[in-house]
Nanobody
Framework: EVQLQASGGGLVQAGGSLRLSCAAS????????IGWFRQAPGKEREGVSC???????YYGDSVKGRFTVSSDNIKNTMYLQMNFLKPEDTAVYYC?????????????????YGQGTLVTVSS
């Protein structure tokens, strides 16, 4: 059973940094593409990143150059380093999985996700 648990959210000032973690279980990173999406109140879901099983990572346009993903395959944990945060980055962040290859990952078309973590960026 795929299980995903995001953590590390909190309150940060604009311009600051935060690192989110996603603890994954029930699969390895070779089995799926894995990434992040976020959802702000009253807004649609927005793709943040997706790393396909072949190692290609895609970023959403609004976070390119500011956010970076990494992973620890031994711990089966994925990280999202968020720098130069802006108030518009405020949202609940979810880690999620989708098909390992194909078009779903670059489109941030996720299939499974776990409980999110709230990030609040104050101005």
């Amino acid at each position: 059973e795929v299980q995903l648990q995001a953590s590390g959210g909190g309150l940060v000032q604009a311009g600051g940094s935060l690192r989110l973690s996603c603890a994954a279980s029930g699969f390895t990173f070779d089995d799926y593409s894995i990434g992040w999406f976020r959802q702000a109140p009253g807004k649609e879901r927005e793709g943040v990143s997706c790393s396909s099983a072949d190692g290609t990572t895609y970023y959403g346009d609004s976070v390119k150059g500011r956010f970076t993903v990494s992973s620890d395959n031994i711990k089966n944990t994925m990280y999202l380093q968020m720098n130069f945060l802006k108030p518009e980055d405020t949202a609940v962040y979810y880690c999620a999985t989708t098909k390992p290859y194909g078009s779903r990952c670059p489109l941030f078309d996720f299939e499974q996700y776990g409980q999110g973590t709230l990030v609040t960026v104050s101005s």
